[in-house]
């Protein structure tokens, strides 16, 4: 019997971490390779395989709850960046930051800080389009003191008050499509009363860039696996994308997720990922999808 043809596999070029995550997980590795101990607040990244990665090298992570104990211990900041309040407890315990916060996050909370104080003096507002409990979107809340308005979706403007002066932000790995139809919607009841209403460009642009990039690279193969951790808000809204353009997209975490009838039949597969998706992983689903094939 004739063998089948192997699958050609193809890991895309523009999937992986991006620079914030690189940074932070370069800052954890640094002080472990030092001290073999460090804690970090919160997930450094979200995907389950590289914190048992790093976690096997001794980070720790914490809650913010836990910052009582931690009297004259080095903590890792991670790239989602913190509120004004985890900076002040750390000076209050004596804690050492090692602030590996993104600049792009860091901009944009200096951004969302000098906007809620513009709109304090004239009775405004500031609006946030971003996940409610997100760490990013905690940080930007953090700048106004808890009174900028989060929301989720263009279906959820009832608690806007389009009355007043508005500046509208998103978090950094929102959708940027989402994002303008929820500027325009706004801007529209506003428009209609002379309101003032200032939309800013929040969305990091390495995220704004994957959608076309990833539209292309989904046409390109007969399967695509989109490799990232269940709990990823950059992987639910980038998996999505693929899932349009290609509904044999599958979501998985770790190679033993890979179901062999997802490739009868098929030339070419095609791996890509999250911005918080290492590379290493992915490799390793392309090598479990040779074997498959």
Known sequence: MPKEPKIHVEIDNHSGFCFGVVNAISRAEEELAKNGRLYCLGQIVHNSEEEQRLQSLGLKVISHSDLDNLHGEKVLLRAHGEPPSTYKKAIE??????????????RLQTKVRLGWEAMSKIGGQVIIFGKKGHAEVVG????TNGNAIVIESINKLTSIDFSKPTELFAQTTMSSDEYNAIASEIGQKLKVKSIPFKVHNSICGQVANRKKELM??????DVILFVSGKNSSNGKMLYRICKEI???TYLVSTPSELKAYWFKNTKTVGICGATSTPLW????????????G
């Open 93 to 106: 315990k004596g804690i050492a930051l090692i602030d590996a916060s993104c600049p792009v996050v860091l």
């Open 281 to 292: 992983l992915m490799e390793k689903v392309a090598i479990e999808v040779k074997k498959i």
């Open 140 to 143: 930007l809340l953090g700048q």
């Open 246 to 248: 290609n509904p044999k």
């Open 216 to 221: 292309k690279f989904s046409r390109n193969h």
